[in-house]
Each structure stands twice: as structure tokens, then as C-alpha cells.
């Protein structure tokens, strides 16, 4: 199951997978990734709560499966974020992100900080939902609903190890396509390729490797085009799934301390990007104690 070179783009081998015969709720693989021809009712309204700018979505891991099972049979082109604090971080300070987060169908607090700081709201969040723990459930729910999986990004083979992992523990899903593409911007003619190659897949779910922010603007400039009912950018998850790196233990994820797992192993890259998300944090957290004494009515002269 070859991918693409990460030097060069040339078309991606997709393999296809037949699975065994499954009812027809799990049809979704056999329709084309065109919006619905009859306008469809919209989605009920998540309840969704503001943490430091963004908005986002009261929902567990569950109604998330959930919600992305009714984006994909809705079959029109729609994005998820999973914003963790690096992404408030860009939120406040970066022009183009609220838009991006204004346009995504469904946003996701992977950060336990976050879920933390919404118990001082109305609308608390009820868990964090983290997109490398979201990999597997998806896949989970995608092997009884025969759901094709496109897989971008990444270092050349993590994408391939990543898809036939799961396609090893799910074995009821299929594989749309696998592409590790260059790093950098694609040329005109290399997007047009890469753009046919996606949509001809089929494919139910387009799986984004490409890093934060990066991986957000690129779906949110291609996701309507492309016509994938859901689209995700996952950042680390391939390399968690393939082994290639190793997610923290779950003692440390309850503590709120994977941040600092990830960081010690592997300090020259992210000791910065993380400094910037403590300092960030600070500073979230002296506004909101400068706001409650405000509400409180004294002063702060």
C-alpha cells in the first residue's frame, strides 16, 4: 500500500477493501460525495460554551461520534476543530483563526485546561474529546457503518501505518486513499491532482496531518470543494497510531499533564510552543480574576 513521496506528488495507490456484507445502515461508502439533492433539515443545535473566545461544543466522546455519523449522512462538506490551548492561543492572537472556528460544524475542547476553566460557566463542558483518542472511536464506529477513511499527511509511511492499524482492529472500514504530500504549498496543477484524487475517492471521512494551524487553514480553504462530509485535522494522532510516538499515560492525561509528556519528549521542538501556551495561559487567568473582582464591584487601582 504505497503513499506518496513527501518530495514528490504523484497519484495515490488506493487500495480498496471489501468488507463482509453489513446491513443497509452501512451503505454510507456507496454514495458519492456530492451534497444531498434535496435540501436537508439542519442539525440540532449543540449547547456550547465560551472558554477564552471559543466556542465550544458541550458534548462527550460519544455524542461526538454521534455527530459526526449524522455530518456524514447529511453528506454535505463540513469540518471539525479539536482546539486544544495552542489553538485558543491562536484564537486570540492569530486574524484569520475565528473564522475558521466560526465556520467549523463542530469544535472540540481537546485540553483538559479548558474543560477546567468551563466549570466557572453556565454551560460546563462535560469532558475533554481528544482527537488522538477520537482516531480510534471513530474508526470503532466507522467499522459497522463501513466508513471510508482518507488518510493526509504526515511523515512519509506514518499515514500507512496509521491506516492499516486501524484497519487491522477495525477491520469494517475502508481506506479511500493514503498520501504523505511535501511540505510545502503545492503547486497550481499539483492541487488540481491532489484535489481529483480526494474527490474521486468516495470517502467519508478526510483525516488532516499537517500540523496547527496549518492543517485547520488548509481544510478550511479546500473542505467545500472537495465535497468529504467531514473533514479533521488530527496533528500527532497518525504518529500515536503508528507508533511513532507515544501518547502520555492516562494518569498523567487526567492530571491535565500530557502537555508536559509531549514535551519532555521531544523539548527542542515544542519547549517553545509550549512556553507560549503557559504564558498564555497566565495571562487568560489573570483576565478572568481582574473580571471576577470587577463583577464583584471593587476596584483595582
Known amino acids: 500500500m504505497p503513499v506518496t513521496s513527501s518530495d514528490t506528488v504523484t ?40 472558554v477564552w473566545g471559543v466556542p465550544f461544543d458541550c458534548v462527550t466522546m460519544g455524542e461526538t461520534i454521534d455527530r459526526i455519523e449524522a455530518l456524514i449522512e447529511r453528506r454535505v462538506p463540513s469540518y471539525v476543530i479539536t482546539a486544544n ?8 492572537q492569530e486574524a484569520d483563526v475565528p473564522q475558521l472556528t466560526d465556520d467549523a460544524d463542530l469544535i472540540l475542547a481537546d485540553g483538559q485546561p479548558i474543560v477546567w476553566r468551563s466549570k466557572l460557566g453556565q454551560s460546563p ?46 477491520p469494517g472500514i475502508e481506506i479511500a486513499g493514503i498520501e504523505s504530500p511535501p511540505f ?38 479546500h473542505y467545500r470543494r472537495l465535497g468529504v462530509p467531514v473533514s479533521i485535522q488530527l496533528g500527532a494522532s497518525f504518529d500515536f497510531v503508528a507508533g511513532t510516538a507515544k501518547r502520555a499515560p492516562v494518569i498523567w492525561q487526567r492530571v491535565g499533564m500530557e502537555w508536559l509528556y509531549r514535551m519532555l519528549s521531544d523539548p527542542k521542538r515544542l519547549v517553545p510552543r509550549y512556553a507560549a501556551n503557559a504564558w498564555f495561559l497566565i495571562k487568560a487567568l489573570v483576565r478572568d480574576w481582574r473580571d471576577t473582582v470587577k463583577r464583584w464591584g471593587m476596584g483595582l487601582d
Open 11 to 50: 497519484s495515490s495507490i488506493v487500495p480498496v477493501v471489501v468488507p463482509a456484507a453489513k446491513s443497509s445502515d452501512s451503505a454510507s461508502h456507496q454514495r458519492s460525495n456530492q451534497p444531498a439533492t434535496r435540501p436537508l433539515p439542519p442539525l440540532p443545535r449543540l449547547d456550547r460554551c465560551l
Open 125 to 170: 463542558l462535560p469532558e475533554r474529546v481528544a482527537g488522538s483518542q477520537m482516531i480510534y472511536e471513530m474508526a470503532q464506529r466507522g467499522s459497522q457503518k463501513g466508513w471510508r477513511f482518507y488518510f493526509l499527511g504526515g511523515e512519509e509511511g506514518v499515514a500507512e501505518k496509521c491506516a492499516k492499524k486501524l484497519l487491522r482492529n477495525h
Open 184 to 221: 510545502r504549498k503545492l503547486t497550481q496543477q499539483e492541487q488540481a491532482v491532489q484535489d481529483e484524487r480526494i474527490r474521486s475517492s468516495n470517502a467519508d471521512i478526510l483525516l488532516v496531518a499537517f500540523g496547527q494551524p496549518k492543517g485547520e487553514r488548509w481544510i478550511h480553504e
Open 85 to 92: 490551548l495552542n489553538y485558543v492561543m491562536l484564537q486570540d
